[in-house]
């Protein structure tokens, strides 16, 4: 296994990071079958575990604490708050009293008495972010907390968190976790750059498309339909016109990853870490088939004659749908902001 700094930081961490999403009951429910495919990545040389609070309600992250009892100090730990935790008000988001509440909820769910990395799960533009790096660089000097990363952020909110902490003398995210795959590549337009610019690591999720560049989804497949099509539907509703435009591509890679004889995902595992901006992948196995389908993907070089062939069917920079995106830009998502009322 080679490694790859995180970022500026000295953590050294696999191009592989174990997605825990799938670990619970929103994935698979048998604790002992989850531990033994976290087991099976740590045994491959992946020592960089993603998950978050609000995945199956905290299940996830009691899950990875369990399989990493022994083994904790050799894991690069990383989760996320900002989802809600329940119905009242305050239990989500980026507020100084959220921040400290969960963060503590989260420590004793994953059985550690620190996190290596911890992560906004997603933006929110009506805060000042100078409130959640206040408490977030608290938690580092508490030493509750290694290291801070956003996740999902757009490039405006990625500059500004950067600044505000240089400013206010805050701790700064030392990372970011977007979407990015063949089928999402929009980040590549601006939030790539800009996490070079300012040295952070990139760590996508969802280098697969949520499923769609598993090699199912191929034009006059019997079984277009996908679990997580419960959360996201307008990811996989074929009804519409982008989609059916996005199953195009993914039928069209599926081709070209036949023709090279590689699997189509090694190819899109590949294609992510292979950019020169990003730091590991998160791959998110339900299952020990899934999980032994992904790691052959470190042995898989894309030369540049089959990135060519790639651009073609996805351009550079193209996203297919904003549910692929993960945030919606308010001003996208709700026409009375973009719109003058009557006079």
Not at 105 to 120: K, N
Not at 151 to 158: E, G, L, N, Q, R
């Amino acid at each position: 296994m080679h490694y790859r700094r995180l970022g500026r930081t000295g953590l050294q961490v696999s191009p592989l990071c174990l997605g825990a999403m799938m670990f619970g009951a929103l994935g698979n429910p048998d604790h002992a079958d989850s531990i033994a495919v976290i087991h099976a990545a740590l045994d491959a040389g992946i020592n960089f575990i993603d998950t978050a609070d609000v995945y199956s309600a905290g299940e996830s992250e009691e899950i990875v604490g369990k399989a990493l009892a022994g083994r904790r100090d050799d894991i690069v730990l990383a989760t996320k708050f900002f989802g809600s935790m329940g119905e009242e008000p305050n239990r989500s988001g980026g507020s100084r009293r959220w921040i400290m509440q969960e963060c503590e909820a989260s420590l004793r769910r994953l059985g550690t008495d620190y996190i290596d990395l911890y992560q906004v799960h997603r933006p929110d533009l009506t805060m000042d972010v100078d409130e959640t790096l206040g408490a977030l660089s608290d938690l580092v000097h508490q030493g509750k907390v290694r290291y801070l990363g956003s996740s999902t952020y757009p490039a405006s909110a990625i500059v500004e968190a950067q600044w505000t902490a240089e400013r206010r003398d805050r701790e700064r995210f030392v990372c970011e976790q977007p979407p990015y795959s063949i089928l999402v590549r929009g980040i590549e337009s601006d939030v790539l750059p800009t996490c070079q610019r300012y040295g952070m690591g990139v760590i996508p999720w969802s280098p697969l498309a949520g499923g769609w560049l598993s090699g199912k989804w191929r034009k006059g497949a019997a079984d277009l339909t996908s679990a997580r099509a419960r959360l996201i539907p307008d990811r996989y509703d074929l009804s519409k016109p982008e989609n059916q435009a996005k199953l195009e591509a993914a039928d069209a890679l599926g081709a070209l990853a036949d023709e090279a004889g590689i699997p189509l995902v090694h190819v899109a595992l590949a294609f992510v870490i292979g950019n020169p901006a990003v730091t590991a992948a998160i791959i998110g196995p339900r299952t020990m088939e899934q999980f032994t389908s992904q790691i052959g993907a470190l042995d898989v070089q894309l030369d540049a004659a089959l990135l060519d062939r790639i651009d073609e069917i996805v351009p550079p920079g193209t996203n297919f749908t904003w549910a692929d995106a993960g945030w919606t830009p308010p001003m996208v998502a709700e026409p009375k902001l973009r719109r003058r009322p009557p006079r």
